[in-house]
C-alpha cells in the first residue's frame, strides 16, 4: 500500500541510534523528505552516512531539545530548506534507571524536563507549518511505562504518564488545526540503550543470552526484545495520510509486555 508519505517532510527528533535512526531510514525508503537532530554531531554524521540520501532528502542539526532557541533554529532551517513541515516524531531522550531512594530533587527536575521539552518544543516549533499542511502529524514516542511503571524507573515512569496525558490534551486542543497525535508505547527495544546497560551490568553473559534472560524476568509474550525498525513501521503508519481518521490514540509495541488492556 502507498502510504502517501512521497515528498512530505517529516522532523524526528533524537535520528542519530535507535528507534529514530530506524524512523528516519524507513521514511526515507517512503520517499519522503527528513530533518533529524541530536546533540552529538559526530554520532549524527556517522548515522547519515549510513542512510545515503542526498541533502535535497535529509537534513541533519546539532540540537538538543531541551533548548527552546535551537530547536526553532533547526526547525526554521527545515522549513526553509523543503518548504514546510508536515509531520513530527517526538522521539529523542532516553530513561533513568533510579529507585526512590537514588532519585534527588535535581533527577526530577532533569527528567521532567527532558520529557516534557522533548514534546513540547518541537510541537511549538513546527505548529505553523503543521497547520498549513494537509496531512500533519506527530507522534510522540512513549513507553509502556506510562501506564504499567515499574519502581526502577520511577522518575521516566511518572514523566511517561505525564506525557501520555500530555499528548491526549494536545490532540483535543490541535484538531481543529487538521493536527492529528498520536503515541508509541515502547517495551524493550534492541537500541544503545540496551547494549549500554549490558556493558555496564558486565554479568559475563554475551549480548543474545543477556537479551533472552531480560525478555523472559520482565515477561515480555513473544519472548525477545524488539527491533527499532518494529517501532518504526508502527510511527510511519501513524505519520501516513492513510492514518487520517486516528488521533488522540496510543500503539503499544511491546511484544505483549503490556499486561493491561487498554
Ligand atoms: P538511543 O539511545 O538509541 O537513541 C536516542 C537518540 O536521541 C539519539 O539519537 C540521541 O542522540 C538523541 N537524544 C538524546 N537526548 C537528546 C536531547 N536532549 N536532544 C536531542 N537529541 C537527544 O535510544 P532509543 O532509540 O532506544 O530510544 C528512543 C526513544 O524511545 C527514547 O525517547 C527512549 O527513552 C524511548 N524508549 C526506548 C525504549 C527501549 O527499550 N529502547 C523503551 C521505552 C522508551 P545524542 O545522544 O547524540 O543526543
Redesign the pocket.
Known sequence: MDLGLADRTVLV?????????ATVRTLLAEGARVAT????AD??AEAAATLGAGQDRLLTGV????EADAVQRFTDRVATAFGGVDGLVN?????RMKRLDETGAEDWRDELE?KFA?VLHPLQACRPHLRASDAASVVN?????AKQPEPRLITTSAARAGILNLSKSLATELAPEGIRINSVC?????????TRRHAAADTGLTYEQWQSRLAADRGVALGR?GR?EEVAYAVVSLLSPRASYITGTSIDVCGGVSRGIL
Do not use: M, Y
Open positions: 527528533t533524537g535520528g542519530s541510534s535507535g528507534v529514530g535512526l537532530c541530536g546533540r552529538d554520532r549524527l540540537c538538543d531539545v531541551r522521539n529523542a531522550g532516553q530513561s527532558l522533548g514516542v512513549n513507553a509502556v511505562l515502547l517495551g524493550l527495544i534492541d537500541t544503545g540503550q540496551w526484545l527499532a
